[in-house]
Nanobody
Framework: QAQLVASGGGLVQPGGSLRLSCAAS????????INWFRQAPGKEREGVLC????????YYADSVKGRFTISRDNAKNTVYLQMNRLKSEDTAVYYC????????????????WGTGTQVTISS
């Protein structure tokens, strides 16, 4: 069964870093643009960042510019979200999803949501 699984979340102090992984099983991830979304308690899910198949990055959340980066390792069938200088407002469940546009980033997720990973920023 094709699915995406996000992992790498945890409890981190403000100012710290985390690297999230989005691993694909059952399909080849390198032919899709991959989005990271997040959902904070009581808020709607929002797009964070996307990477196209040509590794072009598209930011959807201005609040993460200069702090978050996205990369892909096609050999490992995995996309990473590197999060630095974390803030309390980054606390959320993070999800990854393929993009409806296929190889390019549109910010519209395709398919069902996979397993998210909890990121909690707290001192």
């Amino acid at each position: 069964q094709a699915q995406l699984v996000a992992s790498g979340g945890g409890l981190v102090q403000p100012g710290g870093s985390l690297r999230l992984s989005c691993a694909a099983s059952g399909f080849t991830l390198n032919v899709y643009a991959i989005n990271w979304f997040r959902q904070a308690p009581g808020k709607e899910r929002e797009g964070v960042l996307c990477i196209s198949t040509s590794a072009t990055n598209t930011y959807y959340a201005d609040s993460v510019k200069g702090r978050f980066t996205i990369s892909r390792d096609n050999a490992k069938n995995t996309v990473y979200l590197q999060m630095n200088r974390l803030k309390s407002e980054d606390t959320a469940v993070y999800y990854c999803a393929t993009d409806l546009e296929g190889v390019r980033c549109s910010g519209t997720p395709a398919g069902s949501w996979g397993t998210g990973t909890q990121v909690t920023i707290s001192s």
